[in-house]
């Protein structure tokens, strides 16, 4: 089972949702590796033998921190990217940079 890493975020157009996450993987020294945008489906089709996490910069010391496992929760017949398993109709991955931010 492979780790992976998000750290940033992209919304639909109206801002309802999350349409996009930033994905990273280790390299072999433990660093995180380029990222790579993929779709909130693709993500949510990965999830099944992988594991996810939120990281984020911490820029007065130059570290990644580790933050909340990512999982999905499906409400009323859609899904959900959620750092916590609770039955709330909305994406929540904590307070991750918007990818268009980072550009």
């Known amino acids: ?5 998000i750290t940033a975020i992209r919304k639909s157009n109206n801002g309802s949702h999350i349409s996009h996450v930033l994905v990273h993987s280790t390299t ?4 995180l590796g380029k990222g790579t945008v993929y779709s ?4 949510i089709s990965f ?18 921190r ?9 409400v009323a017949g859609v899904d959900y990217l959620r750092t916590d398993r609770d039955s709330t109709a ?9 990818i268009d931010e980072l550009r």
């Open 47 to 64: 999830m099944v033998g992988h594991t996810f996490q939120t990281v984020t910069y911490n820029y007065s010391d130059g570290s990644w």
């Open 1 to 5: 089972m492979a780790r992976y890493y």
């Open 90 to 98: 909305r994406d929540n991955l904590g307070n991750l940079l918007l």
């Open 40 to 43: 909130k489906a693709q993500i």
């Open 28 to 31: 072999g020294e433990g660093r």
């Open 66 to 74: 580790i933050g909340a496992d990512v999982g999905k929760v499906r």
